[in-house]
């Protein structure tokens, strides 16, 4: 069975402030994929990031950066220099490549940029 | 390009009755997918579309739902004899062929609401 647990329901913090979004995942499948997606108020999901279970090289994408660590099974998300504009849910989610096509997502973190 | 395209955006339906949703993929996706997101929940899996044929139906509650994809473009998600717990958001996605993990672009959504 897969499972992806984002312990952090919600979180706030000041605008300009660095924020970390956990994500901690289990599968028995040793190739998979890991996403993240921003859920705005609007309540579109917009991909961020792919990660497949053969790169562990970290990723930055301007204020955005993705740690992926398979020793601890987590896929964590740190905002820098945080915005008022990256106040949204985010969800992890997991994918495993043996057939089922299907996203399996967390519960999601609501982050709340305080300006 | 155009994206994800859901019909109707908001339906409100009556206990018992009967409801059609609608999902028009991105142009040239092969694989289709349906999700429902309850309230403070992440997506939950319904059913995934490679063509015409439903690849994986496992997510479907029960038999009161069902989905089509005749021409192997748009999709229609079924629901009879709706119920109150039926009320959800209704996600579509869509994803390009490749060699797997390929993300999954999302629609808006339908919010189904029965009274």
């Known amino acids: 069975a897969q499972k992806v647990t984002q312990a952090q329901t919600e979180i706030s913090v000041v605008e300009k402030e660095d924020v970390t979004l956990d994500c901690v995942y289990e599968?028995?499948?040793?190739?998979?994929?890991l996403f993240w997606y921003k859920q705005p108020p609007s309540g579109e999901l917009v991909f961020l990031i792919r990660?497949?279970?053969?790169?562990?090289q970290n990723e930055i994408s301007g204020r955005y950066s993705w740690n992926f660590q398979k020793s601890t099974s987590s896929f964590n998300f740190t905002i820098t220099a945080s915005q008022v504009v990256d106040s949204a849910v985010y969800f992890c989610?997991?994918?495993?490549?043996?057939?089922?096509?299907?996203?399996?997502f967390g519960t999601g973190t609501r982050l709340t940029i305080i300006p | 390009g155009a994206g994800v395209s859901q019909t109707p955006s908001n339906k409100v339906t009556e206990k018992g009755k009967y409801v059609e949703l609608r999902c028009d993929p991105i142009?040239?996706?092969?694989?289709l997918y349906w999700y429902r997101q309850s309230l403070g929940q992440g997506p939950e899996f319904l059913i995934y579309f490679q063509g015409t044929g439903a690849a994986d139906d496992s997510g479907l509650p029960n038999d009161r739902f069902f989905a089509v994809r005749p021409e192997g473009s748009v999709s229609t998600l079924k629901i009879q004899r709706t119920e109150r717990g039926d009320s959800a958001v209704y996600l579509c996605a869509s994803s390009s062929p490749g060699t797997g993990g390929e993300e999954q672009f999302f629609g808006p959504g339908t919010r189904l609401t029965v009274l």
């Open positions: 599968t028995r499948d040793t190739t998979y994929y």
């Open positions: 142009s040239g996706h092969t694989a």
């Open positions: 990660r497949n279970s053969f790169d562990e």
């Open positions: 989610a997991l994918r495993t490549n043996f057939g089922n096509e299907k996203l399996t």
